[in-house]
């Protein structure tokens, strides 16, 4: 007899080998994303397009607005300084004072014409009607002034000026002959009325500052 053969032990299984792995997809650059995000649906031809809604009406009521005005030349923000008032008050009472004077010497010199006294009688006459020329003259010379302070025009500050220093200095030689009520006047309102006109405000006022 043969000797049986001995057992065969089965073959121990093969080791499974790992799936292969996939690299891993690449992201999508921005270029692409925008070439595969699908396009905005287009409105059918013939459509109407959307209206914006009107936007909320505010409580508040419109402002109209407007440019400033540019204030004139020489005119200060405030109005005309109180300087240039003054002095165009006096500038009036002055002229009023000059006026008077020209009317009592034309009325001298009439009356001195009138009466045809000879040589005298012409010298007075022609006295009153010098007087009545010079009291004339300077009355318009004070309402000028008055009227061109008073509207702040550029000639009243040089032309106001002038005068007052005029009227100051015949005041001061006037004290020559004695004190008078007309030098104490005319110096307090000459010395009254040079000292405004100076003022920085008031020189401003006429593009003098």
Known sequence: MTDPMPPTEPAAPAA?????????AAEPTAAESLAAAPAPAQ????????????????????????????????VP????????????????????????LALGGLFIGGLAAGAGAGLEGGVVAGVGFVLAA??????????????GLWRLRSWGWPLAMVLWVI?????????????STANVVGLVAAG????????????RAFGRG
């Open 192 to 203: 009254v009325s040079v000292y405004l006109l100076w003022r920085p405000d008031t020189k």
């Open 43 to 74: 409105p059918p031809a013939g459509a109407a397009e959307p209206v914006a809604p009107p936007a909320a009406a505010s409580d508040a009521p419109p402002v109209a607005w407007a440019a400033p005005a540019s204030p004139a030349v020489g």
């Open 16 to 24: 499974a080998e790992p799936p292969p792995t996939e690299p891993p």
């Open 167 to 179: 009227v100051l200095i015949f005041a001061i030689l006037g004290f020559g002959n004695g004190i």
């Open 77 to 100: 923000s405030g109005g005309r300084p109180m300087g240039a008032t003054v002095v165009a008050i006096i500038s009036a009472v002055y002229a009023i004072f000059a006026l008077l």
């Open 134 to 147: 010079i009291g004339i003259a300077i009355a318009v010379a004070f309402i000028a002034t008055a009227v």
